[in-house]
């Protein structure tokens, strides 16, 4: 089992950039797919990027290619969520999580709390 820990939201204006983090707890950090979710108001959640467990591969949404970089540091238990070109629709609560998977699947086991990320316009 791993537990998850989300930080770096906040609020930050179009065009800016954030940088999330995923601290998890254990050693077994790299048996992982990491992947990140995100959820908006009045909206289902929906997939933004996974990564497999060496972090030699990953997968990103059309809606945030070219603006959003997924990485991990196994060393360090961490994965990240690098968000550049942010916009107002990018604004949701961003949520980690593991899986026993490949980077292909939806379906993850793992879940951390949450991150607020809100774009102003």
């Known amino acids: 089992q791993v537990q998850l820990v989300e930080s770096g939201g906040g609020l930050v204006q179009a065009g800016g950039s954030l940088r999330l983090s995923c601290a998890a707890s254990?050693?077994?950090?790299?048996?992982?797919?990491m992947g990140w979710f995100r959820q908006a108001p009045g909206k289902e959640r929906e997939f933004v990027a996974a990564?497999?467990?060496?972090?030699?591969?990953?997968r990103v949404a059309d809606s945030v290619k070219g603006r959003f970089t997924i990485s991990r540091d196994n060393a360090k238990n961490t994965m990240y969520l690098q968000m550049n070109s942010l916009k107002p629709e990018d604004t949701a609560v961003y949520y980690c999580?593991?899986?026993?998977?490949?980077?292909?699947?939806?379906?993850?086991?793992?879940w951390g709390q949450g991150t607020q990320v809100t774009v102003s316009s």
């Open positions: 999580a593991a899986s026993v998977n490949s980077i292909l699947s939806y379906n993850y086991q793992y």
């Open positions: 254990g050693r077994t950090f790299n048996i992982y797919t």
């Open positions: 990564i497999s467990t060496s972090g030699g591969s990953t």
